[in-house]
T-cell receptor, first 116, second 110 residues
Framework: GAVVSQHPSRVICKSGTSVKIECRSL??????MFWYRQFPKQSLMLMAT?????????EQGVEKDKFLINHASLTLSTLTVTSAHPEDSSFYIC????????????FGPGTRLLVL | KNQVEQSPQSLIILEGKNCTLQ??????????LRWYKQDTGRGPVSLTI?????NTKSNGRYTATLDADTKQSSLHITASQLSDSASYIC?????????FGAGTTVTVRA
């Protein structure tokens, strides 16, 4: 149980284009989903927290207009990197929790984004 | 300053040997502490979770300890296998947020 999937697993795009990453909870309803970014040899950094049907809460320093988050249903959240640039290249990981406090988070396998 | 510090940053061990990873934290209030294993290019997978009242918890060859008084935790890997090569991340939950350590990269060699 508690499986979280991400799609795509890897994506390469040109600078200036937008990329959408999907995060799905496969066997439970995720009240809250979290998006993280991880640079090589660094720990996960929380970007934003999203609750189904409401606007995402972004961490300080994360541009909400650049990283658009949509949590349209209890099993799906999407992260869109708009006008991607090479510095956005990173490993993006989502996690999902069945409770609003995120007490038990289950992580997805991650999406490797490379912006050329 | 990171509220979760892990050591060592990396280590190399021979297959079959044991090793211990350390995690010190300053997160307060404390809710729980998890150890995750993250394979290269993959998301973290939970190994153990401990609350304030738990001192030790095992998951197969992985044994975690927690001293809530000194705010220290350790993860012991017994009889290491090549598949144990990964990054091990200590994650501490406070009120609502998770604080992540930078991880310890373990390389097991034959």
């Amino acid at each position: 149980g508690a499986v979280v999937s991400q799609h795509p697993s890897r994506v390469i795009c040109k600078s200036g284009t937008s990329v959408k990453i999907e995060c799905r909870s496969l066997d439970f309803q995720a009240t809250t989903m979290f998006w993280y970014r991880q640079f090589p040899k660094q720990s996960l950094m929380l970007m934003a927290t999203s609750n189904e049907g409401s606007k995402a809460t972004y961490e300080q320093g994360v541009e909400k207009d650049k990283f658009l988050i949509n949590h349209a249903s209890l099993t799906l959240s999407t992260l869109t990197v708009t006008s991607a640039h090479p510095e956005d290249s990173s490993f993006y990981i989502c996690s999902a929790a069945a409770d609003s406090g995120g007490l038990a988070q289950y992580f997805g396998p991650g999406t490797r984004l490379l912006v050329l | 300053k990171n509220q979760v510090e892990q050591s060592p940053q990396s280590l190399i061990i021979l297959e079959g040997k044991n090793c211990t990873l350390q995690c010190n934290y300053t997160v307060s209030p404390f809710s729980n502490l998890r150890w995750y294993k993250q394979d290269t290019g993959r998301g973290p997978v939970s190994l153990t979770i401990m609350t304030f009242s738990e001192n030790t918890k095992s998951n197969g060859r992985y044994t975690a300890t927690l001293d809530a008084d000194t705010k220290q935790s350790s993860l012991h890997i017994t009889a290491s296998q090549l598949s144990d090569s990964a990054s091990y991340i200590c994650v501490v939950r406070g009120d609502y947020k998770l604080s992540f350590g930078a991880g310890t990269t373990v390389t097991v060699r034959a």
